[in-house]
């Protein structure tokens, strides 16, 4: 007899379950988030001003998330309706060192960044006397260290509750279930507890299916992925140069090993989206033999957030929907209509990759490459799928 097939364990994500998930822009004051939330929504909401704590309240908009399959599918198409996918982005108020003993903007700061599910974190790598630094001066790892100690220290407060609700529930005792599950529960809390004493983020553990939904419903600060915005001059941003660079990259490598780093320059973003049209643009990145860090940072953060499109398509309309990695067809359907869900029957489907390459639906059919899948299928970044679901029931 053939050896039993061993089952592979489904990894459960951290964060929350979803499609609709938020980012936020972070750092210390004065670094450029507001003016790099400007710039990346292509609106004038943020308060970017030179002083600390010119934003309070977080700002949301609704960005476009760029995609050269879905531009080259709107060509072929040219439907009536484009509905591109979106990336929700928060402007977040600056941190502050102590921030979390309530410094500053405090607690409300650390509430806004609990939130949202992945963070944009700005770190300042250019002088500039005309801007004052909340700190004094231009320290690039000073600050990646403050904001770090600050997040983590908020989630050792928020795990010692935990830790202390939970053992008033189980000084109960009792060998039921539910019990015994508490007290599972309270011994990893703990465990928990003491990986951030010993200064490690909850991103980087390796979590069982069990202890990420003991840790989601604490919606730590450093269970975010994190994406570093790495805020430079123009000059070193198109010569590809910069003193901090290294450090930084350094730092990454040895306290957030293989979180993304993006240099950009917040004030070339801006100087960019304040001119005329989207050609003036080009051309003038072409003419500085550079180019906008923007889709970029839209991309990796959507990558970050373990998100990827699928689309429908037709001379009605184009659309590039969102959804989690590993997801299977009906719940793909769910997010055209929550009735799709329930009333799923099967998808056809077939990959932009494959259209592209033999031109049309037609072609595809005839190489036999349309599939036909049922509700165990896993939907693939860039699918193109045709649902077939049963009537609603009234």
Known sequence: MPPKKVKEEVKIPLGRPGNHLKSGIVGLANVGKSTLFQAITKCHLGNPANYPFATIEPEEARIIVPDARY?????????????????????????????????????AFLSHIRAVDAIFQVVRSFDDADITHIEGDVDPIRDLNIISDELRIKDTEFV?????????????????????????????????????????????????????????????????????LVNLSEKDYIRQKNKYLPKIAE???????????????????ERLTGLETEEAALEECKKLATKSALPKIISTMRQALGLIGFFTTGEDEVRHWTIRKETKAPQAAGVIHTDFEKTFIQVIVFNYETLK??????????AGKVMTKGKDYVVNDGDILLIKAGAAKA
């Open 71 to 107: 531009d080259w599918l709107c060509d072929h198409y040219k439907p009536r309706s484009k509905v591109p996918a979106t990336l929700t982005v928060y402007d977040i108020a600056g941190l502050t060192k102590g921030a979390s003993t309530g410094e500053g903007l405090g607690n």
């Open 160 to 228: 010692a509750k935990a830790v202390e609700a939970l053992k008033k529930l189980t000084i109960r005792g009792g060998q039921s279930l539910e019990m015994k599950k508490l007290k599972e529960e309270q011994a990893f809390v703990e465990s928990l507890l003491q990986w951030l004493k010993d200064g490690k983020d909850v991103r980087k553990g390796n979590w069982s299916p069990k202890e990420v939904e003991f840790i989601n419903p604490l919606m730590l600060l450093t269970a975010k992925p994190v994406v570093y």
């Open 251 to 269: 730092w990454v490598k040895q306290n957030s090993t293989g979180d993304p780093i993006i240099p950009v320059s917040v004030s070339f973003e």
């Open 357 to 366: 390459e033999v031109g049309d639906e037609a072609a595809i059919k005839a």
